[in-house]
């Protein structure tokens, strides 16, 4: 799995933009953000269906429910984008309401996230073992680790 893992942090690291850049170099990312974001979803299910051993019938079940709830988890990280995009817009001309506005909204992010994560353990839970539905919520948020980590390191400090 550490391969894997390595492989998706740097499909991450290669595909987001400099933030230092100026907002106008974001349209030209826009228009492979989904095709990236495509590719990092199948590379997250991949690393699930190797890391999650489920029996066909498992399998059968958990999917279905895998794909509503990575769909919801892309409206979150759309939102997270547009908070990137906004914060790498104000970036040399922040003011101290857009700072506080985008840190409420970074929180509120990371609220939803473990909102939606709540609201699929017991859907999860009816689906597949105990161990394996806590086996998938540690894979997938591992992998949200992953991407937040490589997010995280291309995002200047607020400069005083």
Do not use: H
Not at 5 to 30: G, W
Not at 60 to 83: C, G, H, M, Q
Not at 113 to 130: C, E, F, H, N, W
């Amino acid at each position: 799995m550490k391969k894997a893992l390595i492989y998706l942090a740097l499909a991450c690291a290669l595909s987001i933009p400099t933030l230092a850049q100026t907002a106008d170099k974001f349209a030209e990312y826009d228009k492979n953000l989904a095709l990236l974001r495509k590719d990092i979803r199948a590379g997250k299910k991949e690393l699930i269906a190797l890391n999650l051993p489920l029996t066909p019938t498992e399998a059968t079940k958990f999917w279905p429910v895998y794909e509503e709830y990575a769909n919801e988890v892309s409206k979150i990280y759309d939102a997270r984008w547009a908070l990137l995009k906004d914060y790498a817009s104000n970036l040399n001309s922040m003011t101290d309401p857009a700072a506080a506005s985008i840190s409420k909204r970074s929180l509120d992010s990371d609220a939803a996230m473990t909102t939606l994560r709540q609201k699929y353990a017991p859907i999860v839970g009816k689906v597949l073992t105990g161990k394996k539905a806590a086996l998938f919520f540690q894979l997938d948020k591992r992998l949200g680790l992953l991407i937040d980590l490589q997010l995280a390191s291309e995002i200047p400090l607020v400069v005083q």
